[in-house]
């Protein structure tokens, strides 16, 4: 199992991003299950809309809520760990983690995943995964 960010995704997306060869050619080699929140899902959908790619978040929430993809899984976050990310965002001052971020590491943690598809320097910071591509 892979984490994929909203930094993975947003690349993947968006033709223009810097990243987005890097993420077409990774995801098109990788044959992992992709894991990925609800949380990093509404994230994703909020930056590609302000940031003027409306018909690209359609098409990203069409593919999450509607494909059928067998190589994506959503993980909806319980209430447990959405407290436990509220601490994690509370704890952490010296880091400059979204409350996403947060949960993001929660969930890499328990579920154990080891890899996270993004191009988000605070999965480095997490010292828990190894960041790919």
């Known amino acids: 199992m892979i984490f994929a960010d909203t930094s993975a995704w947003f690349a993947r997306t968006v033709s223009g991003d810097p ?12 044959l992992g299950l992709l894991i990925t929140t609800d949380y990093v ?12 790619h409306y018909a690209a978040a359609r098409t990203f929430g069409r593919c999450m809520f509607e494909g059928e993809d067998p190589f994506v899984r959503i993980h909806f976050l319980s209430r447990d760990e959405i407290l436990d990310a509220w601490r994690v965002f509370r704890d952490y001052r010296d880091k400059a983690w979204s409350f996403t971020d947060a ?20 999965f480095r910071q997490f010292g828990t995964v190894e960041v790919v591509p």
């Open 103 to 122: 949960t993001s590491k929660i969930v890499t943690e328990r579920l154990g995943i080891r890899q996270a598809f993004a191009f988000d320097e605070h």
């Open 41 to 52: 899902i509404d994230e994703t959908l909020t930056l590609l809309k302000t940031r003027g």
């Open 19 to 30: 990243n987005h060869d890097t993420a077409i050619a990774w995801t098109q080699e990788n």
